[in-house]
């Protein structure tokens, strides 16, 4: 593998979120409650995670499981969590640490996916560590007790309009101290919205209408929250939202100079210190966003090149951010200034990556659609390429990483790593 100390003037494109400090990493038996672990940013600490395993090695346990899914688990309170759609319903899965199921629990009939990455259970369920909330492509939204009792359920799609998303619902939901907030970016009017985590009713409703050119209102992104504010990237914006009752803060344009049709977002916002790190334009851009409240609109850019991801997010730690591209481009950028640090272009195949990576200490660790596993060392002045893992079936659900096990999720099973 060819690494490569960039040397390359940076392309500076010519478009003109939460102030707080970032959170600090969780000891490795932390649980993981949402999509892309505690921190949000897609890293946990230190720890002995595998780095080498195959369908015949270094597997603990696997469970095969009898629908489609693409949400990532979660593993809290000894229980790994996952959605999947079973027998033409939205199914809540609970299993054990030794991969034996505990529970189950049914939010409404399902929606198939159309895409062939795609299933009906896309979004990832996230917990407060006392229930556990889910969302899926049916709009069905619902809270369980850890015990899997229904606490209580609504259709998004039914109290405020049909989703009109070209394909297939990707975004998951995140929590705020009283709210599951949900955004919803389509071609008919956007919004976000927060739902009492107790009941699920409403608590606030803010419209995100931006009417962008055409397949640009398509929005597949996870916000991110910092503090009081919710970060949002889609429609060529980034907003910034306050977290208690839905008021626009402020918001950055230029996304989309040329006015592209078909800029739908699928990439997330990840925050790093006080910036918020955007990918766009179908991986062929990436602005790094100043989050403080008191800045000049003309001056909340702090700069943008013209590299990303179009599906991957980003992952972040220090002052470092590392993206991977669709294609097996990981790159190591500097936050301050989003200069080149180190590349390297992981085996070319015909298979794209859509999964997100994660940082376990100093190991980056990038799954591939064909259930291939790449471990690259970031510990040095380049990264380093380890090993290649692969295992059977279709991926593209984020792992989770806890207590030295890793659990990858596939269309056709749930793997623990160990």
Not at 198 to 225: C, F, M
Not at 329 to 344: N, P, T
Request: net charge neutral; hydrophobic share 35%; proline share 5%.
């Amino acid at each position: 593998m060819r690494l490569v100390k960039s040397t390359l003037a940076l392309l500076v494109l010519s478009f003109s979120q939460f102030t707080g400090p970032m959170q600090a990493e969780s000891p490795s038996n932390s649980p993981w409650p949402s999509w892309r672990g505690p921190n949000g940013n897609g890293t946990t600490a230190n720890g002995k995670y595998p780095t080498v395993w195959s369908s015949s090695e270094g597997i603990r346990w696997k469970l095969d499981l009898p629908g489609r899914g693409a949400s990532s688990p979660i593993v809290v309170e000894q229980q790994i969590l996952f959605t999947l759609g079973n027998e033409g319903a939205n199914t809540l899965w609970s299993v054990d640490m030794l991969g034996k199921k505990n529970w189950e629990a049914v939010f409404g009939k399902s929606v198939a996916g159309k895409n062939a990455k795609a299933s009906e259970a896309n979004s990832s369920p996230i917990t407060d560590g006392k229930h556990v909330f889910v969302y899926f492509k049916s709009g069905d939204v619902g809270c369980v007790s850890m015990d899997g009792n229904k606490v209580w359920s609504l259709n998004l799609q039914e109290k405020y309009g049909e989703n009109t998303l070209w394909w297939d619902l990707g975004t998951s939901p995140i929590l705020t101290n009283d709210a599951l907030v949900i955004a919803v970016m389509h071609s008919g009017p956007s919004f976000l919205v927060a739902l009492d985590k107790k009941t699920g009713s409403e608590l606030w409703k803010s419209d995100r209408w931006l009417d962008v050119n055409q397949e640009s209102n398509q929005s597949y992104t996870t916000p991110a929250l910092h503090g009081d504010t919710i970060i949002t990237v889609g429609a060529d914006h980034v907003t910034g939202h306050h977290s208690k009752d839905g008021k626009e803060l402020w918001r950055v344009g230029g996304l989309n100079p040329k006015n592209d049709p078909y800029f739908r977002s699928i990439s997330s916002p990840v925050v790093i210190g006080e910036l918020a790190i955007c990918p766009y334009a179908r991986g062929n851009s990436l602005t790094a966003v100043h989050l403080a409240l008191n800045i000049e609109p003309s001056k909340r850019v702090a700069w943008s090149i013209a590299l990303g991801s179009d599906v991957p997010t980003p992952t972040v730690r220090g002052d470092s951010i590392y993206t991977l591209g669709d294609k097996g481009l990981v790159s190591c950028l500097r936050a301050k200034d989003g200069s080149i640090l180190w590349q390297e272009q992981l085996p070319k195949s015909n298979r794209a990556f859509s999964s997100s990576p994660i940082l376990a200490g100093n190991k980056l660790y990038c799954l591939r659609e064909d259930a291939m596993t790449y471990v690259i060392d970031v510990s040095g002045e380049v990264g380093k390429l380890l090993s290649q893992n692969k295992l059977d079936g279709q991926a593209v659900a984020t792992p989770s990483f806890l207590d030295d096990r890793i659990y990858l999720r596939t269309f056709e099973a749930l793997y623990c790593i160990e």
